[in-house]
């Protein structure tokens, strides 16, 4: 995925305000798989990213349902972060939360991002590969249910065709870079709203306010505010705060 | 290996004062197994923490020996980080550089730090399980060589006896919890001289002798040298250049 830094961020006023999102991303991934290395490390780099990101901590058996957290959490998240690994298609937990996630691709205009980790997007997209062994077995499991089945097959067509990231093609493979590259693309399309400020800042409420008030009251061809004062007083974190909250209100 | 940041930097001046080093770590991996995940995470966090690291970036079959650019690197080198990983053992440029390391260890007091990366130490140590197997062929490749396969199994059993970090029991074997233990470990057995001062400080170099001086200069119980001015003036710059300085002078 070429980054695009320069475009405006993806969601539109209309989607994100019709909308209340509780988190910036939502990870799906295949616990066996990547939970403790490449999901972790990404993970990782999203949080130190101040990108607010939900994975699913759980690493016991589920039932047969995804739990109403789980959902809560996808239908709550802007982006949708699908990491496709060889055996993400075994286990049909993953696939309940895909067919979710399109869902609410559908529905309420989330974004999903597939990553293609060891995989192939044609392998995700038609089920060939290990995809295609995953889905004998469920065939076979599942011989009751093809409605469910077809759905999971239906899910991965779709998320499969995405724009998203192959380890592969980006970065020679190497992981760390691949998932600054990752973060840096998703930071872009929040909206760069992802500048660090401290985490409890005292006393810039007002100031924040402040400007803010006059950049709305500005005039149609005018936006720029002066920020100046003294070496180390705050200017920087002020302005970092402003641009946080104006992109959002 | 627990975090024992409280006491002294390990480096005596005998020893740092002895040789000159280049490198603050030098890492020994098998780039099949982990060039592309785990090592690239682990150098990419040393390096981010300001910690000078050398990794063999040569992805390409090795010569008979291991070159001498390699060979000099790890004498340079204060730190090798050795990272096991199951198939370490297979590869004989793997090995031959860790007899080299155990070398530095025994001639240059050079710490060597171990990795058990999906691998116990026992395993390392008494070359069982999948060294073990890597053994075999070696035994067989090599059977006009045994000096040098003896020289190899030497340099495991001491390699494998030391403290170092196992990932399965640590952080739960989550490795971005797992590596950032480690660059805090490695930080503080260097001394904590990893503090990051801008790439290119202008203009603080007498301000940091200055200060360097009176500190060099005070009485054998007086220690404290403050540092005043207004906010942003660049003091906790200046107090972290000396602290730099201070430790290697």
Known sequence: MASTCSESPFFSSSSSSRHRWNYDVFLSFRGKDTRKNFTDHLYTALIQAGI??????????????????????????????????????????????????????????????????????????????????????????????????????????????????????????YEAEFIKRIVSDVACKLGNKTLHVAKHPVGIYSRVQGIISLLKGAKPDVGIVGIHGIAGIGKTTIAKAVLTNFIWI
């Open 52 to 173: 607010h990101t939900f994975r699913d901590d759980n690493e016991l058996p589920r039932g047969e349902e995804i739990s109403p957290q789980l959902v809560k959490a996808i239908e709550g998240s802007r982006i949708s972060i699908v990491v496709f690994s060889k055996q993400y298609a075994s286990s049909r937990w993953c696939l309940d939360e895909l067919v979710k996630i399109v869902e609410c691709r559908q529905k309420i205009d989330q974004v999903v991002l597939p990553i293609f980790y060891d995989t192939e997007p044609s392998d995700v997209r038609k089920q060939t590969g290990s995809y295609a062994k995953a889905f004998d077995e469920h065939e076979e499991h599942f011989k009751e249910e093809m409605e469910k089945v077809n759905k999971w097959r239906g899910a991965l067509a779709e998320a499969g065709n995405l724009s998203g990231w192959g380890l592969n093609n980006e970065a020679n493979g």
